[in-house]
Nanobody, 127 residues
Framework: QVQLVESGGGVVQAGGSLRLSCAAS????????MGWVRQAPGKEREFVAAASWSGASTTYIDSVKGRFTISRDNAKNTVYLQMNSLKPEDTAVYYCAAADTSWIPRDVRNVERYRYWGQGTQVTVSS
């Protein structure tokens, strides 16, 4: 079991920034691909970003490339999502998730690959 707890959400104006954090406990954090997934009201879950076990490899959905950065600190069992130049369409509940999978970008962009999930943190971007 891996327990995940997100923090850092809030309300921000368009163009602003937020940094989400996800603290993990339980099994060895560095064994898992870590991802961020979001869900807007009335919409399906959407993959946002993922980082490999070491954090050396990352992948993003096209709409956040150049604006969001995923990183991880395995010594602190924490993964981060730095979100800059936020847009109203980024408004959603953001979930941290862990996947016990090989680093294949096509696979880690599939939300069904993620076994463990946090409770989510709300991000609201006002126009």
């Amino acid at each position: 079991q891996v327990q995940l707890v997100e923090s850092g959400g809030g309300v921000v104006q368009a163009g602003g920034s937020l940094r989400l954090s996800c603290a993990a406990s339980g099994r060895t954090f560095s064994n898992y691909v870590m991802g961020w997934v979001r869900q807007a009201p009335g919409k399906e879950r959407e993959f946002v970003a993922a980082a490999s076990w070491s954090g050396a490899s990352t992948t993003y959905i096209d709409s956040v490339k150049g604006r969001f950065t995923i990183s991880r600190d395995n010594a602190k069992n924490t993964v981060y999502l730095q979100m800059n130049s936020l847009k109203p369409e980024d408004t959603a509940v953001y979930y941290c998730a862990a996947a016990d999978t090989s680093w294949i970008p096509r696979d880690v962009r599939n939300v069904e690959r993620y076994r463990y999930w946090g409770q989510g943190t709300q991000v609201t971007v006002s126009s």
